[in-house]
Structure formats: C-alpha cells, structure tokens
C-alpha cells in the first residue's frame, strides 16, 4: 500500500528536471537487461493476485521459477501458503553472504494487489500496456514495480556471480492490501522469524514526487509508520413504528457518537523521525508553513504554529493519531425505527500507542456508555519506529545524488501503514527506501488506470541495485 509522501512538505521545493538519460518509453532503447527485467515485470503485474479472484501464490511460483533459472537451487527458494488459505501464498529467496559476521538483510514487498473493476477502467487492468511513456496495469506502482525490482535483483546478482559480505533475503507476500485476510509478512514473523531474520529490511513507502511537470520535487525515506486499526461502534435500540417516532434513535444515538470522534483530537506527538522531518522539510520552504513547521518542531507547545501547520491534513495526521468514520451500516426497514446502527471508525496510532488506549480515548470523547466499541481485528502490533541509522542513511543519500541530482532525501514517517509494521514488531527495522516517483495526482494508486513512468521504473531499478550492494558491503 504505497502511500502518498509528504505534499504539504514539498509544494514550495524547487523542482528538478528529471533526468535527460531517461526519455519517454517510446523513444527509450532499453539495454539487454532492461528487456530482461520488463518480461519479469510485465508476468508479474498480468498476474491477477486480487483477494477475490487472483493467486498470490501462483505468482510467487512463477517468480520462483525466474529465480531458479536463473541458479537459485530448491534449497535457497521457500515457497509458503497455509491450507485456509491456498491462493494467499509467497516466498523467500536467499543469496547467502560471505561473512557470518554480518547479519543479513531482507528486501520486502507484497504481491496482492487492490481489485480492479474491467468495465470501470480505460484498459484492462491485468495487461501491460504502454502509451506516451507510461505502462498503465493494476499494480504497475503497488507494489508490483518493487516486488519485480527486488526479484530482478536478486536473478542479476545470481547471474553475475556476485558474492556479497551479507547475505540477502527476498520475501514477496501477500495480504497487505485486505485489512483482516492473511497476512504473509505477519505470517513468516510469527511463524518463521528464523527465515526471515535480518540486521534490517529494505520495503515500500519512500519514493519521489513530481510536479507533474516533469520535474522531480523530493524523494523520501520512510523511516516507521502508524498502526493501523478499525473500530466497530454500534447502538441498538427496541426499534418500532415509523408513525411515533421517539427520541432515543439508534442512528441519532450513533450519529452523535460520530460527531464527537469529528471533533476529537489527538495530542501532538514528535519522535525521532517526525521531528527530523519538520526541520528539514521546514527549513526548506520558504513560506509560513515552512516557519511554523520549525517553530512547532522546536517548540511543540506553541499554538500558533500548530494552527498553521494543521491547516494542511498531512501534517495534521502526521503529529498524531487519528480516527476516522469511513463505513455506516443501520435500520432494517424504511417504514421502522432502527433496531440498530453500526459504523466504523478507522484509525491511524502514532507508534508506540496501542489499540486499547486508542479504544479508552474514543470512549471517553463519545461519553455515551450505549455506544458499544469494540476493535475489529485484536492483537495487532503496535507500531515501532526504527532508528535514523546513518549506516543506512548516509549510502540511501549518497546514491540518490547519482540518480537524482539535485533532488532531496526528505526522512518521513508514513501516515499509513505497510507491512513493515509486523517485522518491526519482531524486531527487524524496515525502510521505505526512494524509488520510483509518481506524480501530484497518485498515479492511480488504489484507483482507476493506475500507472507508472517508465523512466521512473528504470531508473528507480538501478538505484537501488546499486543501494543492495552498497548495503551488503
């Protein structure tokens, strides 16, 4: 779930022409191993791996089988499902390092994809096709462009005879797009920590924006994100005719409920990265959001900036936890009093906050003990926010200037969520590293035509094999 990087930050940044090496697919003359890495691209993506008709684990067989050709042997490549859920399945590859000293690291990305509607999109959203430098497919960005670059990776390091001081794991997973379903990254932490095992994982969650202009504005390192959890709020009611109505309404009563969780907020919170992040981003702009962003990172206790700064939702939602009405389920008949209202709230944790005091904060802003409360999905990880290593930093700066000169590396927390959270909560720090970048208007991520440049691809894709092995020593 590749999630939108930080607008508000970057809307007053100089913009930065994208590089002139990467000119539009049509007129690109892709190189022996580009053409190479597009037919694992374009197998990945035409591979329906929605939750209602598709196979994650078909797809991870068919990169499985990439990974073999090209000399991964069945002892190095674990492909995994659970017999509840057969079509949900995935794999890890290892490349194994030269040194027992270092631990290795992982590279993650997830194979499941948000459904896609034919008679709802322009094309088919399961064929690759391309048009004016674009290739437009569900999962062309989310997060097929990763999980197709990390397998790449590792099938052009195999071929090179590359033997690096680290050894490097892949894991493609899926159900991170379906709240509830199986989830393979939760699945292999829990239950297979040992294969998995990293010193840190490179995932989804950084990457570039653009102006639409062709130029690129920021590229962002995601360094932790919030948890997410839904909220179940429902009131009952005896119910009876329409024609003598009463006051005591199940959909008033949970009507007003969602009206005090409206105007409910959240305490400002900063950690590590979130005030990083309002330095850097604030220093930069040169407008009273960029002074009241350093002015509020200096000072959290000041209520002017904060009002400044509120004004914009990322940053709003970015300073703490937040909750959200986005479903309402309630009466059964249109000539009776409902006997019931049900609704959800979602919400967003600030890491370290948990989903019981999350629950006790939305009790006591509705203050009506009729509402019942209860979390949808119990015993999720609470959120934890690595560290800025500048082992990882400083080698994810330095190669960003090779490849996007000119353009900054902004560290962020994102205001959603990814499955980086399940291995941090086992202890394995995960990075969004900067990738590719889409454009002020999301690319159709989660939406309809999504799309991505293909010079955004391909450059996305040498980067970070380089950043692999810089990172693997």
Request: overall charge neutral.
């Amino acid at each position: 779930m590749r999630k939108s990087i930080a607008c508000a930050a970057i809307a007053a940044l100089a913009a930065v022409t994208l590089p002139a090496s990467a000119a539009s697919a049509q007129t690109m003359q892709l190189r022996p191993d580009q053409q190479s890495f597009f037919g694992l691209y374009k197998e990945l993506v035409e591979t329906d791996t929605t939750v209602t008709h598709g196979s994650c684990t078909l797809a991870a067989q068919r990169m499985a089988a990439r990974l073999k050709a090209a000399g991964y042997s069945d002892a190095d490549i674990t492909l995994f499902s659970v017999p509840e859920h057969p079509k949900d399945g995935g794999l890890v590859a290892i490349l194994p390092g030269t040194s027992k000293a270092e631990k290795p690291m992982l590279l993650l990305a997830h194979i499941d994809v948000v459904e896609a509607k034919r008679e709802d999109w322009v094309r088919d959203p399961f064929t690759l096709i391309e048009e004016d430098g674009f290739y437009y497919a569900r999962g062309t960005v989310d997060d097929k462009a990763m999980a197709s670059i990390w397998t790449d990776a590792m099938i052009r390091m195999k071929q090179q005879g590359y033997k690096p001081k680290r050894t490097i794991k892949l894991a493609l997973t899926c159900g991170e797009e379906t709240s509830g379903a199986f989830n393979g990254a939760e699945w292999l932490a829990n239950n297979r920590r040992g294969l998995i095992d990293a010193a840190f994982a490179l995932n989804e969650g950084g990457g570039g924006r653009t102006d639409g202009k062709g130029h690129l504005l920021v590229q962002t390192l995601q360094v932790g994100e919030k948890a997410y959890q839904d909220f179940t709020l429902t009131t009952t009611n005896p119910g009876g005719h329409s024609s003598q109505p009463v006051r005591k309404n199940a959909i008033y009563e949970l009507s007003e409920a969602l009206l005090k969780v409206r105007d409910h907020e959240f305490p400002i919170e900063f950690n590590e990265v979130t005030k990083a992040f309002f330095l850097k981003a604030g220093a930069m702009r040169k407008d009273a959001t960029g002074a009241a962003m350093l002015a509020l990172a200096n000072d959290p206790s000041d209520k002017a900036a904060l009002a400044v700064v509120d004004k914009d939702k990322m940053l709003h939602s970015m300073l703490r936890t937040t909750c959200v009405a986005t479903l309402v389920d309630a009466g059964h008949a249109l000539n009776a009093l409902p006997q019931r209202a049900e609704a959800n709230v979602n919400c967003r944790m600030f890491p370290g906050r948990t989903g019981e005091e999350t629950m006790a904060a939305l009790e006591q802003a509705i203050g009506d003990p009729g509402v019942k409360i209860e979390m949808r999905v119990k015993d999720k990880p609470i959120a934890k926010a690595p560290p800025l290593d500048p082992q990882i930093v400083r080698p994810v700066e330095k190669l960003a200037a090779k490849y996007f000169p000119g353009v900054p590396v902004l560290p962020t927390m994102s205001t959603g969520a990814t499955d980086g959270v399940y291995l941090e909560a086992v202890g394995i720090p995960v990075y969004g590293v900067p990738s590719v970048w889409v454009e002020p208007d999301g690319n159709g991520i989660h939406g309809l035509n999504e799309r991505i440049e293909a010079r955004a691809l391909y450059t996305a894709r040498d980067y970070l094999f380089d950043l692999v092995k810089v990172l693997a020593k």
